[in-house]
């Protein structure tokens, strides 16, 4: 009688009809996170009828190879921890999708810059560091200077092999 409300908020409960045929997942960060940030990652189930918004009961979970670089807690907040590339493995009655997730910018460091190789050839290798889930590839070299190893996640070598010098002039890759 004296004009006053009250407002709440409203939840449904979600009944899907039938089994889902896919699984996207919306949002998910296409550039690299920035360290200490959180997004959510929404998940959408394809049913016979459309896509239903299933962010709150998918699972969500890391599939880290060694050091998670980013946490995950349920209905898709995923805060960055660490630097480099894991993969974030969502799934929903039965499918399943995955997303590469970039944290932080990855950084590269070789050594030597510099080596000699006898005139007869032989093999190099150049020590690439760099924070776990970093990919690389290598690339470049010379027709007498072929790589051997030239791709990795994380550190890792990269080989040369060198044929002989057949020429007696310095050669130069």
Do not use: E
């Amino acid at each position: 009688s004296d004009m006053t409300y009250a407002t709440t908020t409203l939840h449904y409960t979600l009944q899907t009809v039938g089994a889902p045929v896919g699984l996207n997942l919306i949002d998910a960060p296409a550039a690299s996170l920035p360290l200490g940030t959180s997004t959510i990652v929404h998940a959408k189930a394809q049913l016979s009828n459309g896509l239903v918004d299933v962010t709150q009961t998918a699972t969500y979970n890391t599939r880290a190879a060694s050091s998670p670089v980013f946490s995950v807690s349920p209905g898709g907040t995923i805060t960055a921890i660490g630097t480099g590339i894991d993969i974030l493995d969502v799934s929903y009655s039965g499918v399943s999708a995955s997303a590469p997730i970039a944290v932080g910018a990855c950084t590269y460091t070789l050594a030597p810059l510099n080596q000699i190789v006898p005139f007869g050839g032989g093999s190099v290798n150049v020590q690439v560091t760099t924070t776990p889930g970093c990919g690389w590839t290598a690339d470049g070299g010379d027709t007498w200077l072929a790589f051997t190893s030239a791709s990795g996640s994380g550190s890792g070598t990269i080989t040369l092999t060198a044929t002989a010098n057949t020429s007696g002039a310095t050669q130069v890759a």
